[in-house]
């Protein structure tokens, strides 16, 4: 078998114990990067380049480590969205949603170990299924034009209705305003730049990152003032940490659709990790109905979305080799690391250098077991992180955040930007507005408005070109489906419990 | 609990430390993310001063994204003037932009160009399956119906990629320039497969964007815009061959601040100048598509003022200036 001769040349490049040591060091690292908010995958990656070239590793073992950091920050995301409520980066906010109210059930190891296992099974699938289908898998993204990718964020946006929040209308308020934050910036069809009152740091937009950390991390602490640390969410109650066996077996379908759906949001260069895992929650959410407890501490909840978004992760290596296109921020980092050590990732990469592709999965594989035993037995290790009083634990947190977000464009007006969003993220906790829409609106706006005027330019301004192929057509169905069904359905089912706080 | 604080701590020393580092150490600003051709230009040329021993430690990269690479410039301007030890990563969108006031009132004369050492070609790039066979072929077709054909590329509206082939148009006697479509999708890879996928017509970028995309035949080159033919793609027709005389080369580079002395300046030449000479960065122009293309010290600067000057002509016809 080819794949098995191809395999094993991977595994002779990567199992050196060289490379093997990077691999731990990676996902070490990788996971403290991507449980500190706002570093996460794409700025871990990027601190780190510097230093592969100053100690001189060759392209596999800077590619070794590299990706170890990579899944590592992808694994590491989950865990400050369990346990403090702040998504570690931006792939980890969907875990908030129902990982931090099992860490307020006093099931904090379960969400973690669930949450890491899944992860695991997501990353494996996706990396197996790049060995094995990555070539033939590359042709999806020429099926995408601009008329398809409008209608599969029209789809994202759609099943929003009702999530995190039992009043829709807020949700949409909160999703609109993040739509108008993303018009920020360059308008990328007329070369002029809008909203920015003549200010250059706005000219390339808002970054998510900062309003994540923002929203999130920043509000948190003015919570905190305000309550005198009473009602701040950090500083759950611990149970005792076991291998919750039975909730495992429960989400294995969970797991196995949450992982073949993020793999895809992966491959589709426009989509990645975040709508990854956004989507897998969301269809697990309509799949468990209003009794599967969606949003106060469900399973599944947890499983789904970091499944999703690991095997996105997996997924978005896929366009990155075999089209040089990156299907997000962190392989945008990869892809810059390749070219930097001459290799041009592109339609023949796997057939000229297979050394460099199959040491790549190779070292994925052993990232992925590295990183499963990093975290399941480890994880008292990082439930421990909830033992320091939140008068430490804070302060530390909002340097760090202050830290990262600096080094993203080493500017002080992002930093001002990030306590404006914080200010929002607290008068937005206080009228019970939910804060992830508004993030998906930031992340997603643009690519969504530009492939609206993108299809309007190409075709003359006729609108139906929207509908006009078969896989914008099915999208759009998805799409009024998940809008309307629960408007109709309502009626037959239970309202909706609301979360007690 | 001390364990977890002292992390903390640790990691945000680790990083602060990386970041003041730069106080010691030669720093390349690449203005824009990772990823991007600053972030290859500085990267590539901060390895090659430091392997050829030009400078005494690795040179410190800095990603400055921002305004297209407007937050750079301004920064550079305004706080770092005098600062001898620091070079920027330039390129034709630096001068296409200075051209457009997209950096707001900044001017080339603000920052002193030390050279290109290196050009990636412009290209205009079909599906294998596509009808044109060659240039005037599309051409052609643009002056019966300009929809018929629409381009993608790697910048926004107006920018570098927009101008090719409106440039080649232009030289061919086609003025309806505003008439051509153009969509601006997140690089020159994407660009192809919008290309490949049949949703626009053509694609217009640079070389080294579809060299993989060539070798695997997936695409055709309908021509390259350079004075000749390019070495390593000799079956690429030039559009001056093609009887359209236009030139149009995305120069890598570097500019300076602009309140150094003529010395600084001269050794910031000097050594801009070995690394255009030695072979890792023959290696490197190889293997990533770019073609030679050596301007370096005063020539330079002339050279720039000149693209500047056409770039806004252009950019006023077309409308992104007034």
Redesign the interface.
Known sequence: MELFSNLALGFGVALSPLTLFLAVVGCFLGT?IGA?PGLGP?NGV??L??IT??LGLDATAALVLLTSVYYGAMYGGRISSILLNIPGDEPAMMTTLDGYPMAKNGRAGDALVISGVASFVGALLATLALALVAPYLARI??????AEYFALYALAFATLGGMASNNQAKAALASFIGLGIALIG???????TRFTG?N??L??GVDFLVAIVGLFAVSEVFVFIETHGKSSAVGVKLGKVTVPWKDLWETRWTMLRSSAVGFIAGVL?GAGASLGSFMTYMMEKGIAGENGGFGSGAIKGVAAPEAGNNAAAGGALVPMLT????GS?TT??L??VL??L????????FSDRPDVVWGLIASLLIANFVLLAMNVPMVKVFV??L???PA??LP??T??SF??I??????YFDLVLMIAFGVMGYAFRKMDIPTVPVILGILLGYQME?NLR?AM??S?GEWTYLFSSPIAAVLWIAAFLGFFAPVFLRRYLKKPQLIED | ?K???L???G??AA??L??ASSVWATECIAPA????GW??TC??IG?ILFDIGQVDA?V?????????G??AF?TVVAERNEDADLIVAASSATTTRLA?K???DATADQVRFVGAIGGDPGVIVVAKDSPFQSLTDMVEAIKADP?SV?FAGGS????FDHMKPLQVLKAAGFNDITAV???????G??A???T?????QAMTGDM??I???I??G?VRALAVLTEERVPGFEDIPTAKEQGYDVVAVNWRGLYVPGGISDADFQKWADRLQAVADSDEWK??MA???LAPFTKVGGDFQTWIDGVIAETADLSREIG?IQ
């Open positions: 403290i500190l794409s990027a601190i380049i510097p070239f100053s993204a020429y099926k995408f034009g601009p360059l308008d990328n069809n007329s070369g002029f003549g250059l740091h000219s390339d260069p089209l040089g296109v990156p921020g945008a980092v892809l810059a070219m930097t001459n290799i041009t990732p592109g339609p023949t990469l421990k992180i033992m320091v009083p430490v634990l530390a947190v340097m760090i830290v990262g600096y080094s993203l464009s080493g500017s530009n993108h330019t190409l003359g | 609990m364990l977890t604080f992390k903390a701590l990691t945000s990083i602060s990386m970041a993310n990772p990823g991007g972030d290859f990267r590539q390895k690795p410190q990269v800095t990603n400055m994204a921002g305004a297209g407007g937050l301004s457009q997209a950096f707001g929809a629409a926004a509206a107006g920018g479509k153009y969509i601006g999708v997140d690089g890879a994407d192809i497969t919008q490949v996928g049949g949703f626009t080294s964007e060299v993989g995309f070798k695997s997936e290696e490197a293997a990533n598509g992104v």
